[in-house]
């Protein structure tokens, strides 16, 4: 018997895996062929998803319930599993060992006739990036809550980035075996603190060890998960005790999707009949506008409601035609916005996004996703920043660590080459002549420093090795060598960030390494308004140097005080146009390195107003020189302040430990934002400096008996305290050789 007759046999779901376990065990040449059948999808039958939530909801487990109901694996493993294999998706010897997902991992499935990519994305605040780049190529999300946890710190960032990238979601409530489970609850949170308009489309029957199935409110009907591992979905009449709930969370979903519905807002004040049918549409159209929110329940660690859930992806989520993507196309003058053509034939040029660099055993591998044309095996590909030509050498599709080749991509697919060097966020085109651009990924800053040295001074060429791949792979990771202190410092989301890259370094590349204080990213600013007037003029033989820039330097608003603007408001020609690039130049690159302790200058604004040039002696190095001098002047002559990184903190631990755990947050000078106690559990969200959380960690452990965990991520930089300021300019001198008493009389 052929796999293809196999294929078009009415087999179950249950029977095509066991199956395929049969005849072909565990590896993958039972998908090998079955892949064929992905390659050539229509639009209307791809969907590209992203799984995300706060730490510990339920990601990779969910994921691997997808992966085994679907057939892709022939058995399901845990993420901190008794069999020491751990999940499919957490394919990193690390990712095993902590129970935590640390890169993003993509994959694909069938499901009912239906290509699915999916991107597993880490929770850790920590490694924040893995779920920006996912999220800027993904059509549509799932986004995960804890039945007990509901809306934490991590879910709210999620949430922010789904917005910034308009990526339509469902809400899934997992883990409703959990002792304390409570989805209305949940619910609540996801309208008040997410802002989502959410309602359910299913209900929990029974909660924590009573887990029984879940009520579907569309169509009526009790689904039922049975089986060994619920692969069997048996549906059934609705429980009698629950009829009266199902009937009022029914009208409840209908009343709410009429207010951003008009079709099923008409037929409701017409109190025409709404069927399954015009409750499902409703429910697309809405979803795709992200005017509403389904919500679904279950419990992906007991197996139920994974195959609902699934459904509500191919019924409500966008396949890649429903997405409007563009591409900025550069003229000489002007940039444009071009609509991007998501068919799934040649017919218009290819245009493809590489998001995601990793270093693999072959070279490096980059992941892509394509949002126009078709792109074949052997195919030549130009980058357009850099204008180099590639060749398209090896296609493969992604399955966690496995890859399988393909000869060719068509628009909406997430697929990955090799060998080609270029950075995250470049765009990638078959012509020379097109000149677009995707819109690039978000980078959030990094926070904190340590210094960071070998172990062994004959590692260090493995170590150099690593900390370039690293770098690359991750644009959160920063690495350079501090000529002041005479150290290699490198800089990332948090000590945990930086904790997994040094075991990394030590696990693949045999290079121990040692990790320093933390340091904080401090910033310098500006307090008030401060006028300069600087005249730059050296002779020494032949043309000298001339320039004047007369200006203002500016505090920005608090809202704006991690960046810094230049503007140009000359008037006349007493600073011709090409010096301004010059006085740009030197103004940035005094803001990289503050006079006060070192750090960035943020937060201000260079007004040239005015300046004076010479015919002969002017030139743009010039006037580079006389901006330099005058953010010194300013420096001299100015109120100067430092900023530092204020930590959003949100801990839980059981509620007897409350108010010791408040009186550290205090005793840290934190800010008490709110608190809330359920379950015998309390939740302190608080707004900390960063500067003062180290060792944190430990101490709350101790003061809980190990129950109580934190999370953090970086809210804003704010004013540091004066005695803080103190000491961290106090640090700097030292760090120069120069004692605060000199610099007192200087």
Known sequence: MTIVTILNRNLTLSQLSKLHSHIYGPNVRFWASHAKFA??????????????????????????????????????HEVRGKDNVGATMDSMELERQRGITIQSAATYTLWKDHNINIIDTPGHVDFTVEVERALR???????????????????????????????PCLA???????????????????????????AFIQLPIGLEGNTKGVVDLISQKALYFE?????????????????????????ELIENLSNEDETLGELYLNEAQITEKDIMEALRRTCLKRKFTPVLVG??????????????????LPNPGEVENYAFEKTEDESNKVLLNSARSDKHPFVGLAFKLEAGKFGQLTYFRSYQGTLKKSDTLYNTRTKKKVRAQRLVRLHANQMEDVTEVYAGDIFALFGIECASGDTFVKSSNLNLSMESIYIPDPVISMSIHTKHSKDRDNFAKGIARFTKEDPTLRFHYDTDVKESIVSGMGELHLEIYAQRLEREYNCPVILGKPKVAFRETLCNPCEFDYFHKKQSGGAGQYARVIGIMEPLPPEKNTTIEFADETVGTNVPKQYIPGVEKGFRAMCEKGLLSGHKITGIKFRIIDGMHHCVDSSEFAFFQ???????????????RILEPIMLVEITGPEEYQGAVLGQV????????????????????????LNEMFGYSGELRSTTQGKGEFTMEYARYSPCLPEVQEQVVRQYLESQGISVAQKSKN
Request: glycine share 8%; proline share 3%; hydrophobic share 35%.
């Open 172 to 198: 899934f409530i997992n883990k409703l075996d959990r002792m304390g489970a409570n989805p209305k609850r949940v619910l609540k949170e996801l309208r008040s603190k997410l802002h989502h308009n959410a």
């Open 227 to 251: 089986g060994n591992f619920g692969e069997i979905v048996r549906e059934d009449e609705i429980p009698k005790d629950m009829n009266a709930e199902v009937n009022e969370k029914r009208q």
């Open 39 to 76: 390659e050539h999808k229509p639009l209307e039958k791809i969907r590209n998803i992203g799984i995300s939530a706060h730490i510990d909801s339920g990601k990779t487990t969910l994921t691997e319930r997808i992966l085994y109901y679907t057939g892709r694996i022939s058995e399901m």
């Open 666 to 689: 205090n005793r840290r000078k934190g800010i008490i934002n709110g608190t809330d106690t359920r379950e015998g559990w309390f939740t302190i969200v608080a707004e900390v400096p």
């Open 137 to 167: 190529v993904l059509d549509g999300a799932i986004l995960v809550l804890c039945a007990v946890g509901g809306v934490q710190s991590q879910t709210l960032t999620v949430n922010r980035q789904m917005k910034r990238y308009n990526v």
């Open 299 to 316: 419990t992906a660690l007991k197996n139920k409601g994974v195959q609902p859930l699934l459904d509500a992806v191919l019924n409500y």
């Open 626 to 640: 006389a901006a330099q001098g005058a953010v010194r002047d300013v420096f001299e002559n100015g109120s100067w």
